[in-house]
């Protein structure tokens, strides 16, 4: 017991000091390469905020993995985790953003009818949906 | 000659598996065909237990107090995540390294570095994982290893994989043999056969990309 409670000192102590430089998950770097770098909305909640339907990138997924808009309508990509992602239609409509890191930012907006299915290119079963009416 | 590039997510899944992984990474890589493999975000311990005839690494970031940060990141690899510390490391399945050299590509704003053995025969392998998070950065930190690379290799074949960070590379000097995403191999003086993407088991946040590479003669 006394053994693991030095054990979580010395993790918090580690994770609050970031001891040396950095990787991949860098909790200080945000932005970069991306096309659209504003701040992800207030709560980043998914749901429609006028013609926006949000889709937050977090935990190495889409959430939601599907919407639905209608024609003229945006869907905005917030990345919530700290590795880069990007959208990349694979089906349907083309689209594809750059990498962006955390808190940046992607928009498409549905020019027609149809179902398209996108994928992050970087991560291995990040794949969502956009059925278009 | 089969080459395997793998970023190894620091040893974790997604979703995450909530304990060690070193077992199933090293059970995982001695079930796929490769000769050589070309790893990233490797838990700077696990190199020797990874079942190679021999192996390089390259310590890249966050490893001082690295047995402190091994005991948690063993016990809490998904809380600890990349404070764990970080190495890059080549794996060769059968015979031994002739060479093994380091450049440091940047100190800022985080650690990268190249890493590149001579394998039996001659080849250069280069290893890299350049920075994240600006693709003008990536591309310097591309750049900067391609060349040194070449310099290294002189007039022997050369392949350099790794997780690039950006999507399309160029690495000048070098064509491409295959790769997925930010995961790519190039090749220099070789040719590119085919490519394959095994399955990963859930482990990482990045594909596995395996390219087979032949003589330019044969």
Same mark, same amino acid.
Request: some cysteine.
């Given at each position: 017991?006394?053994?693991?409670?030095?054990?979580?000192?010395?993790?918090?102590?580690?994770?609050?000091?970031?001891?040396?430089?950095?990787?991949?998950?860098?909790?200080?770097?945000? @932005?970069?390469?991306?096309? #659209?770098?504003?701040?992800?909305?207030?709560?980043?909640?998914?749901?429609?905020?006028?013609?926006?339907?949000?889709?937050?990138? !977090?935990?190495?997924?889409?959430?939601? !993995?599907?919407?639905?808009?209608?024609?003229?309508?945006?869907?905005?990509?917030?990345?919530?985790? #700290?590795?880069?992602?990007?959208?990349?239609?694979?089906? @349907?409509? %083309?689209? %594809?953003?750059?990498?962006?890191? !955390?808190? @940046?930012?992607?928009?498409?907006?549905?020019?027609?009818?149809?179902?398209?299915?996108?994928?992050?290119?970087?991560?291995?079963?990040?794949? @969502?949906?956009?059925?278009?009416? | 000659?089969?080459?395997?590039?793998?970023?190894?997510?620091?040893?974790?899944?997604?979703?995450?598996?909530?304990?060690?992984?070193?077992?199933?990474?090293?059970?995982?890589?001695?079930?796929? *065909?490769?000769?050589?493999?070309?790893?990233?975000?490797?838990?700077?311990?696990?190199?020797?237990?990874?079942?190679?005839?021999? =192996?390089?690494?390259?310590?890249?970031?966050?490893?001082?107090?690295?047995?402190?940060?091994?005991?948690?990141?063993?016990?809490?690899?998904? &809380? &600890?995540?990349?404070?764990?510390?970080?190495? /890059?490391?080549?794996?060769?399945?059968?015979?031994?390294?002739?060479?093994?050299?380091?450049?440091?590509?940047?100190?800022?704003?985080?650690?990268?570095?190249?890493?590149?053995?001579?394998?039996?025969?001659?080849?250069?392998?280069?290893?890299?994982?350049?920075?994240? =998070?600006?693709?003008?950065?990536?591309?310097? *930190?591309?750049?900067?290893?391609?060349?040194?690379?070449?310099?290294?290799?002189?007039?022997?074949?050369?392949?350099?994989?790794?997780?690039? /960070?950006?999507?399309?590379?160029?690495?000048?000097?070098?064509?491409?043999?295959?790769?997925?995403?930010?995961? =790519?191999?190039?090749?220099?003086?070789?040719?590119?056969?085919?490519?394959?993407?095994?399955?990963?088991?859930?482990?990482?946040?990045?594909?596995?990309?395996?390219?087979?590479?032949?003589?330019?003669?044969?």
């Amino acid at each position: 017991m006394r053994r693991s409670l030095l054990l979580l000192f010395a993790a918090l102590a580690l994770l609050a000091a970031g001891c040396g430089s950095d990787d991949d998950e860098s909790t200080a770097t945000s @932005g970069g390469a991306t096309a #659209t770098a504003e701040a992800p909305a207030a709560g980043g909640e998914t749901a429609a905020a006028g013609d926006v339907v949000v889709v937050d990138m !977090k935990n190495i997924q889409f959430d939601p !993995k599907e919407v639905e808009v209608d024609v003229g309508q945006t869907v905005r990509w917030e990345n919530m985790d #700290t590795v880069d992602h990007d959208a990349v239609s694979t089906s @349907g409509d %083309e689209f %594809e953003s750059e990498l962006f890191g !955390k808190g @940046g930012t992607f928009e498409y907006t549905a020019e027609k009818p149809g179902t398209i299915e996108y994928e992050c290119t970087v991560h291995p079963g990040m794949v @969502g949906t956009i059925v278009v009416r | 000659m089969r080459v395997l590039t793998w970023n190894l997510f620091h040893g974790r899944a997604v979703p995450p598996a909530g304990r060690d992984l070193r077992e199933r990474f090293a059970a995982t890589l001695a079930g796929w *065909d490769w000769d050589v493999a070309l790893l990233q975000e490797v838990p700077p311990w696990w190199p020797p237990l990874l079942g190679a005839a021999d =192996h390089a690494t390259a310590l890249t970031s966050r490893n001082c107090l690295l047995p402190v940060r091994r005991r948690l990141a063993e016990r809490w690899p998904d &809380v &600890v995540k990349s404070n764990g510390g970080g190495a /890059n490391a080549i794996l060769l399945r059968e015979g031994r390294f002739s060479a093994h050299a380091r450049r440091r590509l940047r100190r800022w704003p985080e650690r990268r570095v190249m890493h590149a053995v001579r394998l039996p025969g001659g080849i250069w392998a280069g290893n890299l994982h350049a920075q994240v =998070h600006s693709a003008e950065r990536a591309d310097a *930190d591309i750049a900067l290893a391609a060349s040194t690379l070449l310099r290294w290799a002189g007039d022997a074949p050369a392949l350099l994989g790794g997780d690039f /960070n950006v999507r399309r590379p160029r690495p000048e000097g070098f064509v491409s043999a295959g790769g997925r995403g930010v995961d =790519h191999v190039f090749v220099r003086g070789l040719a590119p056969v085919d490519v394959e993407l095994p399955d990963r088991r859930g482990l990482s946040d990045h594909d596995p990309v395996i390219v087979r590479v032949g003589s330019l003669r044969a």
